[in-house]
Structure formats: structure tokens, C-alpha cells
């Protein structure tokens, strides 16, 4: 028998959900904790069911790990340093199983023991429809990254593939534009695991941080490409006012990626792709690449309004490339 | 014409909304603040349309001020020392119109400038249903107040009366188990604005700090009682392992408030009131209750398994006086 949340009663609910919290943190509504670092990056990340995710294509640990992933890399796209924890607010109908909660809060819970922090608390409420809302807080030490730090004569570089997560995710709806028995089997294997259990930028953030030249200051621009590989160029481009010019050969792609539509459209703004686009001085970007396994040097800064462009000139409408939308 | 969210598109609607920001937080995806103490209190609260509150009985201001406020009144229930700011995030309809956003932006708005603390950014989606979720970052200083810090002989001391908000809504839904004309105009003015712009316990805080006996250590059991008072006592009870002994004729009820049920019961558990419900030594009760208008000793604690008493030592039944379930 399906035992449901409102069969259990909210009291009895965070009873049970003591055993994921830091120790002593569910007596009260707030958490309580002692900073190591004053200078904080905090972020709220808000995730709607049938929007973000969806039970046909995610278990629910996966939907407690991607959710937690996804706010890290937000984290990450900003220069964390250490990451002291997260809170959780879950809105879900009364009729939602004791089971599936659970396993939600399993999978966030891999997830910090995965990128570091721990479960600080938060809320339950009854709704129609399922939201996660995640707020994680860290540290920021020397490298803050902005999306406002780009400067002319940059070099851009991707930590990672994209386009992964938008593979998975039709190769788990059986999307009819692609035939998955031209796929190599470890590519469809990387895509699923990238759309269900996402890597975030933290490991290349390391690197980036350990491989700077010493003569080099600790300036660089960046954020994380969740909404996409362009959306994150068009808005480092804004921020900073200049333009981003990239080189239709050097595109992040996975190994054994096919050529043509789709997969220039989700390689391009396939969305939910976890890595982090930087802006870096040339020193900084060849130390790094030489460094970290499947970065990519994909392009350059220039002054000028904000827009992307091809090497030859030629502009990239973000339109043609759209595939994600929040409204 | 009204214009609706889906109309703007995420990027001019996260455009428009930088002006309640603070400056330079919605150029990247987390907001960075340096904190002035390193003892944070963090709190995450879940706001459901039809479930916390409803277009029907508050202005979208009303919404985004309570909010606020309760989120607030948790980190005040935990003995906040200042508050720093606060993310929200909102899932809400693609067809909700800006100027509602606009105006429960108002709201978030006039609550911090009252309440004190900054908007620090926060996210945005669609869903079918309207979902806010607050989170509150405060430090706390020589006072923390627990729900497990109660000890055999203290005092039971609320900030304030209780009850209104739950009137407020009455009289909001024309509830026709009340008369208001046999209301004085005073009660129905206070309850509807209890109802919609609450206060917290920020100022019986604030209080309770100052008026503290210099040999008294700084030792008190607190919560907020935004569950109700019942629910806020028995959660101290079962926290701190002891009983709450509550005078029938000393219940913190407003003035001129009527006799019989559904009062009581409002009184009792009506939730969101949104006051202070402390445990304290004696002297230190009884120098609070001097000090601060509209607070109560409303009675005492003693050892025993976790339960709620009558002086009378009949025990007081939380279900008789259940009002509210999140599930």
C-alpha cells in the first residue's frame, strides 16, 4: 500500500526527514551556523514539475540530485569557494507518496555528500503541483567570477561538451528526430547520465583557480551555461558590453557527435549543461585548457554592442538557436 | 490591457525587477554580500496560493509583505540579532499579469525597508499554480532562543494577543459564524490588518534583550507562533521534555474580544499570529512583561512527559483546537 503524505500527518513528516538534516537543525524553523568565511555567495533556484523535470524521465533521487546541482552551478559559475549548505522548500499535492519524498531528499543528499555541504532545513507545503526551491550559500575568495568582467581581447573557453543534457532528455522521450540506433552506446550512456545526475563546474573552478599564472590577476568573467551555451555568451556579452566571436569549428561538442539538426541547435543552447563559460585573459585560458580534461577554447572577446558572431563575421541570432523558455 | 508575464519574456521581466535588487546582485545568478558577524541564522519558508494565501482576501502587496513577514518572524523566533536580506523565488502562471508581480514586489519591498534587510535576488518560473518561496539569512548574538531550552519553572510569557489574524480572515471570507456587527470597529480594523500586513516579534525581541536582569544568564526557550499558540507551546514541550501548565483566565486574547467559541479556539490556535511564545526565568518574565505593551504571562512549566495543562491539571487536547494543516 502507497503510504501518502497526507495520511502521515506534517508533524510526523519532518520526524522523519530528521535523519537528512544537520543534527539538531529541525528543533527550530531556522538553522543556525557558524561562517568560516564572511564573504557569501548566496542563490535561490526555483524547480516546477513538468517544467524542470518530470517523473517519466527522472527517478525522484534524480530529481533531488539535479535540483541541488543545478543551484551549485550557479555557485560555481560565480567563483564558490567552499560550500557551507543548502535549504529546501517542497510545495507537493497531499497525495504525493511518503516514498517519493523520500527518495527526493536521497538524492539531495548524495548530492551534497557529492559537492560538499549540508541539508540546513526548510519547508513542506501541500500544492498542485510540485516546486522545488533550493537556496544554497557559500564562500567567495580571490576569484569572484561576474559576468561583467569580460574585456576586449579575451579568450572564451567552456569547461565541458554541450548538449548532453538535451540528448538525454530525448533519448528518454524517444524524441522522433533522432535515431538512437546511430548513436554510439557510450555517448547515449553520458547524455542520460547528464540529464539525470549533471556534473557542475566545481572541479573545473578548482582547476581554474590552480592554474592561473602567477603574473596574471585574478580577473576573469564567467558564469554557468544551465540556460544554454549562448544564453550564457549573450549574457556575459551584455554584462560587459562587448562582443563574443566564435569559431563554427570549435564548437564544445562531445566525442562522436553527429553533425547537422538538432545537434548543432543543442549543442549550441541545448540547455542544462552545468559547465562553466569563462572570459579569460590568453595566459590564463591556455594554462587552463592545457590542464583540464575536455575544456575548450571556442572563441574570442571583442569591444562592441553586444552580440555573438561566427569568425566570418557573420551575426548568431539566439532566436534560430532557442529551445528553452521559463515563460 | 493587462500585460502578462508570457508576453514580457523572462529576460525583460528579470529587467524590470532589478529595481527592487540590490545593485549589481542581477547581473550574476547569485548575490554576494559580507557579512558582519559570522553567526547566521538561515530560514526557508513555502508559500502556496490557496493554501497561505489567496487573491481574494489580500492585495498582491498584502502577499508579498507577509511573506516577508513570516519568513522574518521565524528568524525572530530564534532570537535574530540583525537581519541581512532575503531571495525569493516565484513560480507563478505564464498568464499572471506584471503589474501583480510588480505589486507583490512592492509588498517585499516595503516589508525589508520596515523589517529591516536587503532583496538579494532570487529566480522565476512558470507553474501552474502560484508558489513563493522566501529565504531569510540573520545573524544571532549572545541570545539564541530555542524550542528545547525550556526548564522546570519558567515562565510563560507572549508577546502579544492572539487570534486576530484568524478573525481577519473571518470577517476577509464573511464567515457566518461571527456576527461583526457585535464587533467593536477598533477589533475588526487590528484583526484585518493582522490578517494582511502582520507584524513580527522583532520589537518583543528587542525588548527581551534590554530588559534582561544583569545576574539572569541568557538562557530562553522561543518560538515564533505562526502555527498557532497550541502548536507553538507543544513543540516546546516535546522539545525541551517538559509540560506547559496555561491559566484558562490569563489566555492572550484582544481586547474587547468576545467569549465562547469560535474565540477560544481562534485564540488558541488560530495560527499566524506571528508573535513571540517564550519560556523564562521569573525575573526575567516578569521584567519583560513590565516593559513591553500587550505581552502576557499566560503560565508556567514544569517536568513531566510532553503535554499541555489547565491549572486545573486537566490536559488541554491539541486537536480540539486544531485549526490548520499544511497536509
Known sequence: MIERLNQIGEREILNRLKKFMVKGQIEDDTAQLTLTNPNILINTDIFVENVHFSDSTMSPQDIGWKTVAANISDLAGSGVDHIFGITVGIATPAKTSWSWLEKVYQGINDALNHFGGQLLGGDLSRSNQTVLSITAIGSVGKLRLHRSYAKNGDIIVTSGPHGLSRLGLALLTNNPNINSDNLSKSLKIQAIKAHQRPQTGLAALTTLKNCKPSLTPWRAAGTDSSDGLLNALQ??????????????????????WPLGLPWEKWCM???????????????????????????????????????????????????????????
Chains 1, 2 share one sequence.
Open 235 to 256: 549574457s556575459i556579452c551584455e554584462s560587459s558590453y562587448c562582443q563574443a566571436i566564435l569559431d563554427p569549428n570549435q564548437l564544445p561538442k562531445a566525442n562522436s
Open 269 to 327: 543552447n541545448g540547455g542544462e549543461d552545468f559547465e562553466l563559460i569563462l572570459s579569460l585573459p590568453s595566459e590564463w585560458a591556455q594554462s587552463f585548457v592545457a590542464t583540464f580534461p575536455l575544456s575548450k577554447i571556442i572563441g574570442s572577446i571583442q569591444k562592441g554592442d553586444p552580440k555573438l558572431m561566427w569568425t566570418n563575421g557573420e551575426e548568431i541570432s539566439l532566436s534560430t538557436f532557442s529551445e528553452f523558455e521559463h515563460f
